[in-house]
């Protein structure tokens, strides 16, 4: 039986004479956390039943040689993007290869400044002894 406006009002004055304004709102609020407008009634069901009852039925017309074109269909947007995911693959992989053979002629040029620095420091002082 649901319960009035006036019957939910009284109650709740009540509560508020034993247990005080901050509690009855606390238990207020356990008991319906999201208010009663978010709880579904039975003609919301009923809705929810007819359209799954709906959605069913269109899937019931859904035929073998239906799911076999959408397979078909599926198969070849997967081979699409796996091979257009192949050609992006190698570019970057190309330019990998190409930023780490800079990077090796870089740090190659660094090490032989490095040495001859080293060397036309080190030859001076060997002559001189």
Request: glycine share 4%.
């Amino acid at each position: 039986m649901p319960v009035s406006e006036i019957q939910r009002t009284d109650l709740i004055n009540s509560l508020v004479e034993v247990l005080g304004e901050e509690r009855t709102e606390t238990l207020m609020q356990c008991i319906l956390p999201e208010g009663r407008d978010q709880l579904a009634t039975k003609d919301d069901l009923k809705r929810l039943e007819l359209a799954t009852k709906d959605d069913l039925k269109r899937l019931e017309f859904a035929t073998k040689d239906d799911l076999k074109a959408l397979e078909i269909t599926l198969r070849g947007e997967f081979r699409d993007e796996f091979a257009q995911l192949r050609i992006e693959f190698a570019e970057f992989k190309s330019e990998i290869r190409t930023e780490m053979a800079k990077q090796t002629r870089y740090f190659t040029f660094m090490l032989i400044g490095f040495m001859i620095t080293i060397w036309a420091t080190m030859i001076p002082i060997a002559l001189a002894t």
